[in-house]
């Protein structure tokens, strides 16, 4: 799972992403699953084995602090 923000413009704050991608290493190839709720960066994920990722804290959109969670099932 690949996510985060983007710097648009040097020296402007980072932009916060809702996309999410599953990358495979067997292949080498990236591909888009459904986002996120909320757009985030800096959050932690941990991965289970039942294929759910559970993503929390992180900051938002004008560097809000996030610290909700929400869980992807893959």
């Known amino acids: 799972i690949i996510g985060g923000a983007t710097q648009v413009t040097r020296g402007q704050?980072?932009?916060p992403l809702s996309s999410v991608e599953r990358y495979d290493p067997a292949s080498g190839t990236s591909t888009?699953?459904?986002p996120t709720k909320t757009?985030?960066?800096g959050h932690q994920a941990v991965h289970l084995s039942d294929?759910?990722?559970?993503?929390c804290g992180g900051?938002?959109?004008?560097g809000k602090i996030l610290s909700d969670c929400e869980t992807l099932v893959y």
């Open 51 to 55: 294929n759910t990722v559970i993503i």
């Open 32 to 34: 888009e699953i459904n």
């Open 39 to 41: 757009a985030q960066y």
């Open 13 to 15: 704050p980072e932009q």
């Open 59 to 62: 900051q938002g959109v004008g």
